[in-house]
């Protein structure tokens, strides 16, 4: 069975900590892995990746793969209260689509 | 342009009634999925369309949901005899899914519908 896992489920933090989100998979036929954002209702893409050791960058979020290991992370470097959100991580899987992991609540206090 | 939207925005309603919850999704966009997201959990896969080939309806956890997409664009998924545990947020994605089978493009969240069954 696909599966994705994400951990911590629940983290927090001080306004200027770094944090490292984690995902992990076992799926089929791998081709990607997807990372969103979701604040109140609907998630907002993030990043894609499809190679491992190839960071992916956007301003202080970064996140990278191993597919050797089957995972990977999401960085966020001096986070804001604006980062308080819920971090999902999905992988595309053949006929279903998509497998989303259970996600990581992120609450940045001032 | 105008992003995913789905209708209504909440909706609340009486056990054993049915519901239809609405999605328009980005004009172009072929592939057009439903999720629900119950409260404290993440993304469930539900149903998803593609073109005009028969839904991938793996995901319908009973024989009360089902979903139809008309003409291509927008669609509407329907839960007859609601049940408590049906309560959750409704979210529809679209994505253009043009070349490869195996190729992956971005989907668009809609804002989502809260269902409450009281």
């Known amino acids: 069975e696909d599966k994705v896992v994400q951990s911590p489920l629940s983290l927090v933090v001080h306004e200027g900590d770094t944090v490292t989100l984690n995902c992990s998979y076992e799926?089929?036929?791998?081709?990607?892995l997807l990372w969103y954002k979701q604040e109140k209702k609907a998630p907002t893409f993030l990043f894609m990746l499809t190679s491992s050791g190839i960071e992916k960058k956007s301003g202080r979020l970064s996140s990278i793969l191993d597919k050797k290991e089957l995972f990977s992370i999401l960085n966020i470097t001096a986070t804001q209260t604006g980062d308080s959100a819920i971090y999902l991580c999905a992988v595309p899987v053949y006929g279903q689509n998509f497998v989303f992991g259970p996600g990581t609540r992120l609450s940045v206090l001032p | 342009g105008a992003g995913v939207s789905q209708s209504p925005s909440n909706k609340v309603t009486e056990k054993g009634k049915d519901v239809e919850l609405r999605c328009d999704p980005i004009?172009?966009?072929?592939?057009l999925y439903w999720y629900r997201q119950s409260l404290g959990q993440g993304l469930e896969f539900l149903i998803y369309?593609?073109?005009?080939?028969?839904?991938?309806k793996s995901g319908l956890p009973s024989d009360r949901f089902s979903a139809e997409r008309t003409g291509g664009s927008v669609s509407t998924l329907t839960i007859q005899r609601t049940q408590q545990e049906d309560s959750a947020v409704y979210l529809c994605a679209s994505s253009f899914r043009g070349g490869r089978p195996s190729s992956y493009n971005e989907q668009f969240f809609g804002p989502g519908t809260r269902l409450t069954v009281l």
């Open positions: 799926v089929t036929n791998f081709r990607s």
């Open positions: 004009s172009g966009h072929t592939a």
């Open positions: 369309f593609q073109g005009n080939s028969a839904p991938d």
